[in-house]
């Protein structure tokens, strides 16, 4: 019965009786209300006392467990979203890389009794951090930490400095492996034109300096720069003539302190091209231990290009050093110049080749030239494989063909016989793809004419295994 102001006033018009059980009737609906409203504090209380605590109980109201729930959702998805922020732009990679390789009887060094088995193994650790900002211009920074034990297999003596280019151990011995920084550099990425809009660039300038591997922004190849994965002897993996050669006169382990100023114009993406010029220290700058006068520099140019649609890539650089080593043990300035060429002339097959041209110094062999094939395992079902082989030419310089005679390279007591010839060098190696982590590759090496000499060839048969991460 629901009672109104009206009812109530008709009931006591019509009588005692009426209004009695009309006031009665009242009475129950007020007391209904009070138990509702006290049962309603009564629960609100319970809810307060469960939204005390972040614990659950069983005990608890179901709408509390639920809004807890959504609540730890939420927080959950808030701290993660927190940790992709604080994470964007962090990039790290990891490989380890062993090599077992052994030479041919031909290939002793002096004093050797018998051809040489040698093992060995690296580990590279890169991590790369948002550098900052400053307006538009991007910041980025790059470190590189490397350890290892084993030198690899030795041999006479070569115009290619080693069969096996992962070989590294510390100064320490081989009873340690201390890591090194082997790179720790910093790089401004500045927008251009400088009119504000960062979307609009298609032309960037890089700004490098720090602890660098000069590798890294000169002379690359997508083919053969990796000995890691691709070609194991140095002549193949850099220029011969900076690398095996010796004109970069970096540190021991390949590394010197320098600055790179590079422009990259992206307008056509088909055909991007560039420019760079690098300075670097040489020699005791290199390490430090001496001023950075006289540094090595190296200035290139390089564009992309397409053969029936596939990419390939043109570069053409000079170096000057002012302290080049020569083969007399006197620093003289070196200078030359070189290009590196890769293609793709199919899907699954890449050619690439070098050249280098010493114009002045004292060198062991002053014209190089490396060419070589990549072909994925595509044809063989096997797409993530690949078939590596390549062919180089070291030139001896007609000055090391006079002095050579008088000169005990190989410290057997004795001076050299005439370096008169050309080394040739050959590799061929198949990489499998165990899983998406493991990698191994056979290797087969062959040196002729070794240091220029007629009276040898070596050969070097080796196996590695990459983990990469």
Do not use: C
């Given at each position: 019965m629901k009672l109104t102001p009206i009812t109530l006033a008709l009931a006591l018009a019509a009588g005692p009786a009426a209004a009695s059980d009309d006031m009665k009737a009242l009475l129950a609906e007020v007391k209904r209300l009070a138990d509702r409203v006290d049962s309603l504090e009564k629960n609100n209380k319970e809810l307060e006392k469960s939204l005390a605590t972040e614990r659950l109980s069983e005990k608890e109201p179901e709408i509390v467990t639920r809004l807890k729930a959504v609540e730890f959702q939420t927080l959950s998805m808030q701290k993660q979203a927190r940790q992709i922020e604080a994470l964007e732009g962090i990039s790290v990679g990891a490989s380890l890389t062993a090599v077992g390789q052994r030479g041919s009887r031909d290939g002793l060094p002096a004093g050797a009794a018998s051809r040489q088995s040698r093992a060995n193994y690296r580990g590279d650790v890169s991590v790369t951090l948002p550098g900052g900002e400053i307006g538009d211009i991007e910041g980025k920074i790059f470190t590189h930490l490397r350890f290892g034990q084993g030198n690899g297999v030795q041999l006479r003596p070569t115009f290619t400095s080693t069969p096996n280019t992962t070989a590294f151990e510390t100064n320490?011995?081989?009873?340690?492996s201390f890591a090194i920084l082997a790179q720790a550099w910093y790089q401004l990425k500045v927008p251009l034109p400088r009119d504000?809009?960062?979307?609009?660039?298609?032309?960037h300038l890089h700004i490098t300096a720090g602890k660098i591997d000069s590798f890294v922004f000169f002379d690359q190849n997508a083919a053969a720069d990796d000995e890691s994965a691709k070609f194991l002897n140095n002549a193949f993996v850099?220029?011969?003539l900076l690398d095996s050669g010796g004109d970069i006169r970096a540190d021991a382990y390949?590394?010197?302190p320098g600055a790179i100023l590079q422009y990259v114009n992206e307008h056509n993406k088909?055909?991007?091209?560039?420019?760079?010029?690098?300075?670097?220290?040489s020699g005791p700058g290199a390490n430090f231990s001496g001023s950075p006068g006289k540094p090595y520099i190296i200035g290139q140019a390089d564009t992309t290009w397409r053969f029936n649609h596939l990419p390939g890539n043109y570069r053409a650089y000079l170096w000057s050093n002012g302290r080049g080593p020569g083969y007399d043990g006197i620093e003289r300035r070196h200078t030359g110049?070189?290009?590196s060429v890769d293609q793709k002339i199919a899907d699954y097959i890449t050619l690439f080749g070098r050249y280098g041209h010493q114009g002045s110094g004292k060198t062991r062999f002053d014209r190089a030239l490396t060419v070589g094939t990549e072909i994925a395992g595509n044809a063989w079902g096997r797409a993530a494989d690949s078939l590596g082989a390549a062919f180089g030419l070291l030139r001896t310089s007609s000055a090391y063909r006079r002095d050579s005679v008088a000169l005990d390279l190989d410290g057997d007591g004795a001076f050299d016989p005439r370096a008169s010839g050309t080394e040739r060098i050959g590799e061929i190696y198949y990489r499998f793809r165990v899983n998406n982590r493991l990698e191994l590759t056979p290797d087969f090496q062959f040196i002729q004419r070794p240091g220029g000499n007629d009276s040898a060839t070596i050969k070097v048969v080796g196996l590695r295994a990459k983990l990469g991460f």
């Amino acid at each position: 019965m629901k009672l109104t102001p009206i009812t109530l006033a008709l009931a006591l018009a019509a009588g005692p009786a009426a209004a009695s059980d009309d006031m009665k009737a009242l009475l129950a609906e007020v007391k209904r209300l009070a138990d509702r409203v006290d049962s309603l504090e009564k629960n609100n209380k319970e809810l307060e006392k469960s939204l005390a605590t972040e614990r659950l109980s069983e005990k608890e109201p179901e709408i509390v467990t639920r809004l807890k729930a959504v609540e730890f959702q939420t927080l959950s998805m808030q701290k993660q979203a927190r940790q992709i922020e604080a994470l964007e732009g962090i990039s790290v990679g990891a490989s380890l890389t062993a090599v077992g390789q052994r030479g041919s009887r031909d290939g002793l060094p002096a004093g050797a009794a018998s051809r040489q088995s040698r093992a060995n193994y690296r580990g590279d650790v890169s991590v790369t951090l948002p550098g900052g900002e400053i307006g538009d211009i991007e910041g980025k920074i790059f470190t590189h930490l490397r350890f290892g034990q084993g030198n690899g297999v030795q041999l006479r003596p070569t115009f290619t400095s080693t069969p096996n280019t992962t070989a590294f151990e510390t100064n320490a011995g081989p009873d340690d492996s201390f890591a090194i920084l082997a790179q720790a550099w910093y790089q401004l990425k500045v927008p251009l034109p400088r009119d504000g809009v960062k979307a609009n660039s298609r032309e960037h300038l890089h700004i490098t300096a720090g602890k660098i591997d000069s590798f890294v922004f000169f002379d690359q190849n997508a083919a053969a720069d990796d000995e890691s994965a691709k070609f194991l002897n140095n002549a193949f993996v850099h220029n011969p003539l900076l690398d095996s050669g010796g004109d970069i006169r970096a540190d021991a382990y390949g590394f010197a302190p320098g600055a790179i100023l590079q422009y990259v114009n992206e307008h056509n993406k088909d055909r991007t091209w560039g420019l760079s010029v690098g300075a670097f220290g040489s020699g005791p700058g290199a390490n430090f231990s001496g001023s950075p006068g006289k540094p090595y520099i190296i200035g290139q140019a390089d564009t992309t290009w397409r053969f029936n649609h596939l990419p390939g890539n043109y570069r053409a650089y000079l170096w000057s050093n002012g302290r080049g080593p020569g083969y007399d043990g006197i620093e003289r300035r070196h200078t030359g110049i070189g290009m590196s060429v890769d293609q793709k002339i199919a899907d699954y097959i890449t050619l690439f080749g070098r050249y280098g041209h010493q114009g002045s110094g004292k060198t062991r062999f002053d014209r190089a030239l490396t060419v070589g094939t990549e072909i994925a395992g595509n044809a063989w079902g096997r797409a993530a494989d690949s078939l590596g082989a390549a062919f180089g030419l070291l030139r001896t310089s007609s000055a090391y063909r006079r002095d050579s005679v008088a000169l005990d390279l190989d410290g057997d007591g004795a001076f050299d016989p005439r370096a008169s010839g050309t080394e040739r060098i050959g590799e061929i190696y198949y990489r499998f793809r165990v899983n998406n982590r493991l990698e191994l590759t056979p290797d087969f090496q062959f040196i002729q004419r070794p240091g220029g000499n007629d009276s040898a060839t070596i050969k070097v048969v080796g196996l590695r295994a990459k983990l990469g991460f």
